[in-house]
């Protein structure tokens, strides 16, 4: 009795859990219907849905009918099985024994086996197809993209958005018939050993007619298997470079077509074996293709890679070569990098760093490492505020093109006090961050520490960049669901002692007008406050994913997202832009660039709005047949580039992931000529850098900056990375990505003449290591306590020349805020290092630059003056100060205090 009601404890609370489950997950189905409709994708969301959940249903009834009627056919022999009575010999004396278990076979208990089985079975089986959803959605809206692959002469299209369903649907009929094939052999065994005649149940016409017709069919099946195959052989990496080689061509395609043939003459030989009812030519086919596939895929390619392919490979694999560099080229889109000729032999004079100063007053000083935690120490405020990142950007600020750096101030509910963590304070009053931190790339104040042109809160600005709507309810670390426009106001932002308190004005959010969607609300977010706080009104809404990184994949799922979505500032509003791209694996010939992608296009800018979360989707690049391709499944939902609004057209810039990919590829393709391919001879690498605290080397990131390019009249913003040979250390080239207007999304590769020593970033961190004066400095600093910060090495090219800027970071023991110290400078043979990048140039140039009037913003003029005489100077400055301030001149007090403290900034640096 009571292990019987243990069995109906277990039974019911299983039961339970699976209905909770199953009621957890439709609130969560509900919520999300809700969530899509506010921000206007729900046709996204159903087109997915009903593409994922249909494809299943239909791969499941099709396999459930299919395993069923092969196993309905098995059922005569298994309830005759059942019926016959086993033999037993004692002695003399025979007893006919029936199987306890025979009274429960009977032909309806049976086929609702079957029928369960089955059912079960195909739920596994069809489980694939929901996942490739997109694959079927391509396959009946595929684009072309007009390049015929060179072995079967099909556009790229085919296999782009054809084959990955084709190969879905093979494998699911692989399985499908497979598995039938199984579970019948083994119920015709089965039932022949519970019988005591296995012989005659595999002798009978029926078995032999039933088996042979599965194993046809599954021998049908394998044919269309060997045939995607042979487009398989496109993607392969046996071979010098991926894709098709000599070998797969000659003699793993040759196989393919000889398996094929076979394959399709032993299901002929199957077919006709049902009239004969044999058994041996089922052993027979099974056999000669087992014999064969060894020999032919295995045996033979191997013998002829070894002894025809490698004692003349170069020769051999030339076509395969010129194949693959052709479609790598293509799909990274290095075809379009214009390469130029950069002397880099020229010497720089003063005149020249004059007529460049637009270049010279935009080098980024300020390593965004330790400026992150610079901003952290002194624009957090409160402990629940941080900054995510770091990011680099241009505006135009009170007329000027600038170079700039900023960050959000998000709101991080984890880092809000123990006592403070209440539900109230995580989901009614600490809803959003507040404003932004910006600052000049390299300017800095008399402490070292850099200038803030925005800061605090509110935002305080002395330029003409105005901030009107700083709440940022949405970005890279709201990860809670908040309610607004509830009875009480929000937490708007600390006020001296006080907190300035507000309402949300803006549109965002699902509304909360009933109690069934506070229940559903509650069940889909497991917080059954939500159901019984009297804070919430039927005037409230919910915001939730409102994590920009999980809000924007959430609606479209199927693009591949840069990992570096960067804040803007536009019309006094906040709002992310995050780079997205079309990118497949299965673009033939083409080597991938990392696992799951050979092709790669920018064609998506994502524009999220950091107040009321409105996500937009723009068409960066139209041409894209994948994007062309999305566009036919969700129709609308990519907009013109061209309707965004231009304040954030100009701050789009090439994406860093892409530049990178393009960059690593373009080491290795470059190459164009076969021979100088397979000997490598010309490879390049991507270079090293010393940078951060522990003075190893690490690979180098590239970076932005604002420069002229040779030849061009204008600057612009532009992306950089250096490469250097192949197991040497200096530079043999650099590629810049383009950003600015027309140009935007052009690449330059500057190439230096071969028979010219550049110095690669490595061997000028070696130069700065060897000078006795700075490593003698580092030390000194490092053995008083403070630690040293090495930040990104800079290369700059000014005219015909490059300039190298290495930042130096101090932080005291006692201080947690890294201050710029020093400037490091390279040019030609000179290495320096000085206070102040303009010092260190005027030093380079043995104190010319000051004639010029070649004043870096922010950074005092090098005056070549003794301590003595700036203190003498501060001296007089500050008599005239106040002289000024009694006779009532306010403007010429403020004069002089701004010469003041220009002096004593130099003061300052001179005496550290």
């Known amino acids: 009795m009571q292990h019987r009601l243990r069995y109906v404890i277990s039974v019911l609370a299983a039961a339970v859990i699976l209905l909770l489950a199953l009621v957890h997950w439709g609130a969560r189905f509900y919520t999300d219907w809700l969530w899509f409709g506010s921000v206007h994708y729900q046709q996204v969301f159903l087109t997915i849905l009903l593409s994922a959940v249909g494809l299943r249903l239909a791969v499941w009834a099709l396999v459930f009918a299919v395993l069923f009627a092969n196993l309905f056919f098995t059922r005569r022999p298994i309830v005759n099985a059942a019926g016959t009575a086993r033999r037993i010999q004692e002695g003399d004396v025979v007893t006919l024994v029936q199987p306890s278990w025979s009274r429960l076979i009977a032909p309806r208990t049976v086929t609702l086996l079957f029928a369960a089985a089955s059912l079960i079975l195909a739920f596994l089986i069809s489980e694939p197809a929901a996942g490739n959803w997109l694959a079927f959605q391509q396959f009946l809206h595929p684009a072309v993209f007009n390049i015929q692959e060179p072995i079967f002469h099909r556009d790229a299209g085919f296999y782009v958005f054809r084959l990955p369903f084709l190969i879905l649907l093979y494998r699911l009929l692989l399985w499908t018939a497979a598995l039938s094939l199984l579970l019948v052999s083994a119920i015709y065994v089965l039932s022949g050993a519970a019988s005591g005649g296995v012989r005659d149940i595999l002798n009978s016409p029926s078995a032999r007619r039933h088996l042979s017709i599965l194993l046809a069919i599954l021998l049908f099946i394998r044919a269309w298997g060997y045939r995607l195959d042979q487009y398989l052989l496109l993607y392969s990496e046996h071979g010098v470079v991926y894709g098709a080689g000599y070998t797969d061509i000659h003699a793993r395609l040759v196989a393919y077509k000889i398996l094929l043939v076979l394959c399709l003459s032993s299901a002929a030989i199957l077919l006709i074996n049902i009239v004969l009812g044999r058994l041996r030519p089922l052993i027979y086919s099974i056999g000669i293709l087992v014999v064969a596939a060894i020999v032919l895929n295995g045996i033979y390619p191997a013998l002829m890679q070894k002894f025809l392919v490698l004692p003349t490979e170069q020769d051999k694999e030339r076509p395969y070569i010129e194949n693959g560099i052709k479609f790598t080229r293509l799909t990274y889109d290095l075809n379009n990098i214009e390469s130029r000729l950069f002397p880099a032999g020229g010497t720089l004079t003063p005149p020249d760093i004059k007529n460049n100063e637009d270049t010279i007053k935009n080098i980024r000083l300020w390593d965004y490492r330790p400026l992150q935690q610079t901003y952290s120490q002194l624009q957090e405020m409160r402990l629940y505020y941080e900054f995510k990142g770091i990011d680099v950007d241009r505006y135009t600020i009170d007329g000027h093109y600038r170079q700039v750096m900023l960050a959000a101030r998000e709101l991080n509910q984890e880092q809000l ?71 009480g106001q929000e937490f708007d932002y600390p006020k001296g002692n006080d907190n300035a308190w507000c309402t949300y004005q803006g549109h965002s959010g699902v509304d909360v007008h009933s109690f069934w969607r506070r229940l559903m609300f509650a069940l889909s977010f497991s917080d059954y406050k939500l159901l019984l706080s009297g804070d919430i009104t039927n005037s409230s809404k919910l915001l939730y994913y409102r994590n920009i990184k999980q809000r924007v994949p959430k609606i479209v799922p ?206 000028v961190e070696a130069r700065i290591d060897q000078d006795t004066t700075i490593s003698q400095q580092l030390s000194l600093w490092s053995q008083r306590g403070s630690t040293v910060y090495r930040g990104n090495l800079m290369i700059i090219p000014v005219k015909d020349s490059l300039i190298y800027v290495e930042p130096l970071y101090l932080q005291a023991e006692q201080s947690k805020i890294p201050e710029l110290s020093r400037v490091v400078v390279a040019l030609g043979d000179q290495v320096v290092m000085e206070p102040t990048l303009e010092q260190a140039l005027n030093r380079i140039f043995n104190g010319q630059l000051t004639q010029t009037g070649n004043n870096v913003p922010g950074i005092p003029p090098a005056t070549g003056e003794s301590v003595s005489g700036l203190a003498e100077k501060a001296n007089q400055i500050y008599n005239q100060a106040l002289t000024r301030l009694k006779a009532g001149d306010w403007a010429g007090y403020g004069e002089s205090m701004q010469q003041l403290k220009t002096i004593l900034l130099e003061l300052q640096l001179k005496t550290k």
């Open 558 to 763: 199927f693009l591949t997202y840069d990992s570096d979505p960067y804040i803007v500032l536009n019309n006094g509003r906040l709002y992310w832009i995050w780079d997205a791209y079309t990118t497949t694996g299965m673009f033939p010939y083409a080597e991938p660039a990392k696992p799951g992608f050979n092709y790669i296009r920018n064609a998506v800018k994502v524009a999220v709005d950091a107040y009321n979360g409105d996500v937009t989707y723009y068409a960066a690049d139209p041409g894209d047949p994948i994007l062309q391709s999305y566009s036919h499944i969700f129709p609308g939902l990519f907009k013109p580039l061209a309707n965004m609004p231009a304040g954030l057209r100009s701050h789009l810039r090439y994406p860093e992931d892409m530049f990178m990919i393009q960059a690593q590829k373009y080491a290795t393709y470059h190459m164009t000529d076969y021979r100088v391919f397979y000997n490598k001879e010309d490879k390049w690498n991507l270079p090293t850098e010393v940078s951060g605290t522990n003075n190893e080397e690490q690979p180098m990131e590239p970076y932005y900056t604002i420069a002229r390019l040779p030849g061009d009249k204008q600057p612009e913003f532009i992306q950089i990375l250096p490469f250097t040979p192949q197991n040497k250390k200096n530079m043999v080239a650099w590629l810049a990505g383009r950003s600015d207007g027309s140009k935007y999304g052009k690449l330059l590769v500057y190439e230096f003449p071969k028979q010219q020593l550049v110095y690669g970033p490595a061997q």
């Open 417 to 487: 006090p123990e006592q403070a963590k209440t539900w109230v304070n995580e989901h009614l009053k600490y809803t959003h961050g507040y404003g932004i931190v910006m600052s000049p790339v390299n300017e800095i104040n008399s402490d070292g520490l850099p200038r803030l042109l925005i800061k605090d809160i509110p935002p305080v600005t002395g330029t003409d960049l105005k901030i009107t709507r700083p709440e940022i309810y949405y970005g890279e670390s709201t990860d809670n669901y908040v309610a607004v426009n509830a009875r």
